[in-house]
């Protein structure tokens, strides 16, 4: 039993939950003004896993053919049959059914946006099929978290998540850019589409590196908007510090390098963020705060 769960989780990439988990969580901070309820904190979480483990199983069941076909993904649970397709399916519509209940014990707002968001979620996998905007789609997808976690606590729409949304869009939509160069060969054999196949490698880079620094003006803007204060603009400095070193100084033609330095600068980004906010909300002047 033990064993199929590491599968399972090993099938959504679980770690890789680091990368949007602390946007949700400095925004729901924000939203509440401090910590929530524990029950707010855990039905967050949970719609957060439930939310990310059905979109990405669907990603590998609708993938699951290039992936059989592409020597870098082809050990890959599904095409490698160690998770039947049958069993892929349960699981997403478990993941999908539990992500709406949990959704419905918050609030009425959330509980009406589940289900067209959970599909949404699930659409993001089809669209390297048609277009090269397959990366956005996915920040999109991913950056709609920080907004979920507002609407969580406060039931209701608000700019402040939706800015860091966007943040986290671009930031994510850059990494996708750079992982997807890794399969240029194999796309361009199955027809898939991405920036790297339309662009080259080297052109997708400079491409991902203009969306990082739109993250950064996007942040820059939070800051100044909404008057962020000094823990803000600490993180800010040092996230800009460490993307600039990674673009610009620590170049390599190795993509296994560039992708493991990126990855590690995921988690790192995402961790700064939630701290600057966090710091912010607990020790910064909320009452000027206007959402």
Known sequence: MLSQITEYGKLVRF?????????????MLVAAGGLPDVEIILLI???????RSGAMAFN????????????????????????????????????GTLFVFFAWLLNSL???????????LLSYSLWKRFSCLSHFMLGIAIGLSPLGAWIAVTGEF??????????????????????????????????????????????SMIIAFLSHIAMLVFAAFMGFWWNLG???????????IALLYIHLFRKSNDLDKVNRDFFLANIAVSLLVMLGLGVWVFIGDLNAFVS
Request: proline share 6%; aromatic share 12%; glycine share 4%.
């Open 15 to 27: 770690s890789h939950t680091l990368f949007a988990l602390p946007f949700a969580l400095a925004s």
């Open 45 to 51: 979480l949970a719609c957060m896993f439930t939310a």
């Open 60 to 95: 590998r069941l609708a993938d699951a053919k290039y992936d059989a076909l592409n020597p870098r993904t082809a050990k890959r649970h599904i095409p490698a049959g160690k998770i039947s397709k049958r069993n892929a399916i349960l699981f997403i519509i478990a993941n």
């Open 110 to 120: 959330a509980f009406y946006c589940a289900l067209p968001l959970f599909l949404f």
């Open 158 to 203: 608000a700019l402040f998540p939706a800015a860091l949304g966007a943040m986290l869009m671009f930031w994510m939509a850059g990494f996708d850019i750079i992982y997807a160069s890794q399969d240029i060969e194999s796309d361009k054999q199955l027809g898939l589409h991405s920036i790297p196949v339309r662009f080259g490698v080297q052109k």
């Open 230 to 240: 000094l823990p803000w603009l600490v993180a800010l400095a040092i996230i800009a």
